[in-house]
């Protein structure tokens, strides 16, 4: 059930992102289209989430906004997969000198603070674009997935199906592809979902800081401008709905995870747990 | 026995240092592989921003950190390590010519007092909810926390800060807008008091947006506990229910806590530097938050440099703690 509700949260948010533009045009809202008769008005008939100070539509603004924070996203989320797969898996198969050095290597990513250093690199890089801050977030955000791959993929090394495949003499990259990386399906799942919100949130965290292009829309973007203005007048409908979405998509990811966790982990099952105590009293 | 105690520490150490000498090596390289050469590019989005020429003293400042086209790529690593080892870091430049060193030595103690402060609540706070959720796991209280802690964890800080700082600042008016104290009682008997009060906020969202993910991790580890022989052991000896939670289950379940506050410090810190900015927290996010604004290139190096330092000392205490609780490490050394 949780689970479902997460997935159906996830998928809401995806429709939105990939049919938004059009959805904004169905509507007749855009999220630069300035209504000057309705400046700063609240939630109404015409402008359901209200508008902002400049006599924009909020929810025009906030389903342009889902495009840029999901691109982000999910271009950081595949990047940090593809990054933490690569330095895990390999660390932990290979072992030896080649786990020293790419271990420390993680260790190292896992102890330096995200936020200072994507800051220091972005403030740097010229162009702030979504797809630029999603690879600069992605750099930088995929050592804890990487320590727990290589973990795994350890485990998984030293079991019998894969010592029998070794000693058929089956090719390196056919034990990683084929027998290893398909048990690790589930991490690097829940991995995904995991850094997709962390990169979001980062977005959102930089965006806040000043740093994303101008003419951008995400959900960052949109607290950053209502930061400025809306809190002293009091327009809560312009900076509670880009954190909420961001915290709804958050508990999404997370409900999915708890899903996985408890496919990998039984003993976290907690209706099974249940369900025993109710057949013991 | 001490012996393993003293070489998994001295591993440690050897790992920070090593740590930090990257982030100060990735500290000098960045600015340096944007293309052409650093000080000229800087002077000329400076000059961009502000509209007027950069004074010559500015210039100099920037070329000191940034380094001088003309000489080696090699003497200018070499002069900046000796700057930081002096802990010069350079002059700000949107607040020419005040040392980076003397803003960050300014906004340090408020920072670390907030998010020392406000990491060790979060982290009592939300081990001890994970203990109580984790020991019947499906539970009410379980039942209450997992979501509502899955769901914090996903809120940016800062959005919290700013709700916050609308209702409780704004709308009722119980604590003030923002800042560190109350500037009529510098100095006079008051000034701890207001230092107190104009925390409230901060330190609460942060608490507030921090605690969830102590709990879940806290929780998840106690389920696994919970079911192991020892807690069944424990429980058939007829020991009371408190000394179980406690002493057998809750104390093996903690080790990940501690590892995995490696992991959460940063985050934490992140998150505190937005909220300092919410609140207007004269700390090293407010700095953060100025230099990124005014494209203050020496200044956001010096906050980088210091976060990242701090983080790591963090990260060492709280492996030396790992140490004195973790048995293994006395004979292991690994």
């Known amino acids: 059930m949780k689970v479902r509700i997460g997935i159906g949260i996830i998928v809401f948010f995806s429709v939105i992102a990939i049919i938004g533009p059009w959805l904004n045009d169905l509507m007749g809202i855009g999220p630069w289209k300035i209504d000057y008769d309705a400046i700063a008005e609240p939630p109404g008939a015409g402008h359901l989430l209200g508008t902002t100070s400049q006599g924009t539509d909020v929810l025009a603004q906030m389903i342009a906004g889902t495009r840029n924070s999901m691109v982000v996203g999910s271009v950081a989320g595949v990047i940090g997969v593809i990054l933490s797969v690569v330095v895990g898996v390999t660390a932990g198969f290979f072992g030896g000198k080649v786990d020293a050095v790419l271990s420390f290597v993680t260790n190292m990513f896992l102890v330096l603070p995200v936020l200072p250093l994507t800051l220091i690199v972005a403030g740097y890089v010229q162009d702030t674009g979504p797809i630029t801050i999603a690879l600069i977030i992605g750099l930088f955000g995929w050592a804890a997935g990487a320590r727990t791959l290589r973990a795994q993929t350890l485990s998984l090394r030293g079991r019998d199906f894969v010592m029998a495949m070794r000693m058929i003499g089956e090719s390196k990259p056919r034990m990683i592809f084929v027998e290893v990386l398909p048990h690790l399906a589930g991490w690097i799942s829940a991995m995904f979902l995991h850094l997709v919100l962390a990169a979001i949130l980062a977005e959102a965290g930089l965006a806040f800081l000043g740093v994303s292009s101008a003419d951008t829309i995400s959900w960052g973007t949109v607290i950053d401008q209502a930061r400025q203005v809306a809190l002293l007048n009091g327009m809560w409908w312009w900076f509670v709905p880009p954190g909420l979405c961001i915290a709804l998509l958050g508990t999404a990811t997370g409900l999915v995870n708890f899903g996985i966790d408890e496919v990998m982990n039984p003993r976290l099952r907690t209706a099974d747990i249940k369900a025993m105590r109710k057949a013991l009293a | ?334």
Not at chain 2, 147 to 173: D, E, Q
Not at chain 2, 191 to 196: I, P, R, T, W
Request: hydrophobic share 50%; charged share 15%.
């Open chain 2, 1 to 334: 026995m001490k012996q393993g105690r003293w070489r998994f520490l001295t591993k440690r150490v050897a790992f920070y240092l090593a740590t930090s000498w990257s982030a100060i090596t990735l500290n000098f390289l960045i600015p340096r592989l944007m293309p052409g050469d650093p000080s000229s590019v800087i002077v000329r989005q400076l000059q961009r921003q502000s509209g007027e020429s950069v004074s010559p003293e500015a210039v100099a400042a920037i070329q000191k950190l940034f380094g001088d086209p003309r000489a080696g790529l090699l003497q200018q690593y070499w002069d900046y390590l000796v700057s930081i080892a002096r802990l010069d870091f350079g002059l700000s430049v949107s607040r020419f010519p005040t040392p980076v060193g003397e803003l960050l030595a300014e906004g340090l103690p408020w920072t670390l007092m907030l998010v020392g402060a406000t990491t060790v609540v979060a982290f009592v706070l939300g081990t001890g909810l994970g203990i109580a959720a984790g020991w019947k796991p499906g539970g009410r209280l379980d039942g209450f926390l997992s979501p509502l802690s899955t769901f914090l964890t996903a809120v940016p800080y800062f959005w919290v800060a700013l709700i916050a700082l609308y209702v409780f600042g704004l709308v009722l008016g119980w604590f003030p807008l923002g800042g560190g104290y109350d500037p009529d009682l510098y100095g006079r008997p008051g000034f701890v008091g207001s230092v107190l009060e104009y925390m409230v906020m901060p330190a609460t969202t942060i608490v507030f947006s921090a605690f969830g993910g102590w709990l879940l991790g806290m929780r998840n580890m106690m389920i696994t506990t919970v079911s192991e022989d020892y807690v069944l052991l424990g429980k058939a000896k007829g020991l009371s229910a408190g000394r179980v939670m406690f002493r057998y289950a809750a104390r093996n379940a903690l080790l990940p806590s501690v590892t995995g506050f490696a992991m959460a410090i940063g985050g934490v810190l992140g998150g505190a530097l937005l909220t300092e900015i919410v609140f207007s927290y004269p700390g090293i996010g407010y700095l953060l938050y100025d230099a990124v604004s005014k494209r203050d290139y020496p200044l956001m190096q010096g906050v980088f440099l210091l976060t990242t330092l701090t983080v790591l000392l963090a990260n060492f205490v709280a492996d030396s703690v790992y140490v004195m609780i973790d048995p293994r490490t006395r004979e292991a050394g690994r």
